[in-house]
């Protein structure tokens, strides 16, 4: 953190930032579409999901996809979690939150007056931010727990037993999905917050 | 019009693989004697799967037990052919054929397994496909049956042959788990045809379709010997 003279502009987002958000995106596609195939086995609800869009041909292979994935996701979670704590991107970038600040962007957001800030996030975006992590922790806790009931019974426990951690996995799937929604229709509408995502950008000179 | 649809949705689906090598879905596991590059990839990670799972087994950790209250009866049945196909095995004149790295490789009929120490547990089955059950079997435990017999018990692999051409194999830590037994009975009554009659494997440790039925052949081996849902590309360990 030397604040000697060198005067190479920051970026957006640094480069494990940037590294760790296209693994996650390319695990977590793979993850969900394999998912939905193995939900169709044996549904919770009262509907599947199309075959067009599940990953693997039957239940077989869906469940080889996923658990081809899980270690991918799990080791980019947990590097990112890692790296999110000792770069201070948590402390810096998602932190404060408070509700009076959320509700002030909301209203802004919904009123199409929220500007985008190069590398500054604002409340909603921290909420949601925080919102997935929290549900990508969820995932991989439930996930585990329906895999391994017998020897991670105690994440199962955590839980609620097997049988509501399929649901608990379920939900925290459709958070992710939701999230990814609004995630992609956010960069669609703001389209020139993509390239910095994959170059890493520059962040503008003045910063409090 | 139509075709233009069938393009989006090939599109839609090319997309969702998002550069992984492979055209989905449709071509994974479709045909086992040709491997694509894809196969080998899943049939890699799910080798690297099983050596995970199986440093995560500790033979000490019990499958959670419940009261009797929660039993379902009968059982829900699943076989991949209709409950009215089940084999139906004579209990008078069945017998358990041992093979492999066994000393003694005398069978066994239904009367002396019977007369071996019987223990019983309700425990949870879970499928595969995501559901399960509770039920109370009772029969002998295997890690008893194998001393019993001569087992080479530093051999990898137990495996079963049943009545109607379905087979599976586990790991031989697995199949010294307490609470791996023979199955014979359901409820304190033999077992019924479509649940297994004569004798079944139960093993709360591992997923339901790797507790065969009406197992007329057990043999220990260092040879892999697979299994029916297996060689489809089920992954093998399939603990819980």
């Known amino acids: ?208 | 019009m139509n075709k233009l649809d069938l393009g989006r949705r090939k599109l839609l689906s090319r997309a969702l693989a998002l550069g992984a090598i492979t055209t989905l879905p449709g071509c994974d596991f479709e045909d086992l004697a040709h491997p694509d590059l894809v196969d080998r990839f899943l049939r890699t990670m799910l080798a690297f799967n099983d050596e995970m799972q199986a440093l995560l087994f500790n033979p000490h950790t019990l499958a959670p037990t419940f009261p009797a209250s929660m039993v379902t009866n009968p059982p829900r049945f699943n076989a991949y052919y209709d409950i009215s196909m089940a084999p139906m095995v004579d209990p008078a004149t069945y017998q358990l054929e041992l093979g492999g790295q066994i000393q003694d490789k005398q069978p066994w009929t239904l009367a002396a397994l019977r007369g071996l120490p019987q223990e019983g547990q309700i425990t949870r089955f879970i499928c595969v496909e995501g559901w399960r059950v509770i039920g109370q079997w009772s029969g002998v435990p295997l890690a008893y049956f194998l001393h019993r017999i001569g087992a080479d018990t530093t051999c990898k692999y137990v495996s079963f042959k049943c009545a109607d051409g379905y087979y599976s194999s586990i790991d031989m830590a697995s199949a010294l788990h307490p609470q791996t037994i023979l199955a014979l009975d359901f409820l304190n009554v033999p077992l019924t045809a479509p649940f297994g009659a004569p004798v079944r494997l139960r093993i709360p440790v591992k997923l339901g379709f790797k507790n065969p039925k009406s197992i007329m052949q057990l043999a220990v081996t260092n040879t892999y010997p697979g299994g029916y849902w297996e060689d489809q590309g089920y992954d093998w360990f399939s603990g819980s």
């Open chain 1, 1 to 208: 953190m030397g604040r000697a003279t060198y005067h190479k502009p920051r970026p957006i987002h640094p480069w494990p930032l940037r590294l760790m958000h296209w693994v996650n995106a390319f695990a977590i596609v793979m993850l969900i579409g394999s998912g939905w195939q193995i939900y169709n086995a044996s549904p919770l609800f009262n509907f599947t999901f199309p075959e067009t869009i599940t990953i693997g041909a039957w239940l077989g292979a869906g469940i080889a996809w996923h658990l081809a994935f899980i270690w991918l996701l799990m080791l980019n979670g947990l590097s990112y979690l890692l790296w999110g704590f000792l770069s201070g991107h948590f402390k810096q970038k998602l932190w404060p939150i408070t509700p009076r600040a959320v509700l002030h962007d909301i209203g802004a957001a919904l009123r199409f007056k929220l500007p985008h800030q190069s590398g500054v996030y604002n409340a909603v975006q921290r909420v949601l931010y925080l919102g997935v992590i929290f549900a990508g922790i969820t995932i991989v806790i439930s996930g585990l727990s329906i895999w391994k009931p017998v020897q991670l019974w105690f994440l199962t426990d955590l839980c609620g037993g097997f049988y509501i951690a399929r649901y608990v996995h379920f939900t925290a799937m459709a958070c992710i999905v939701a999230f990814l929604f609004i995630h992609v229709v956010l960069v669609l509408m703001v389209p020139r917050v993509l390239p910095p995502m994959i170059t890493g950008g520059k962040l503008p000179e003045v910063q409090s």
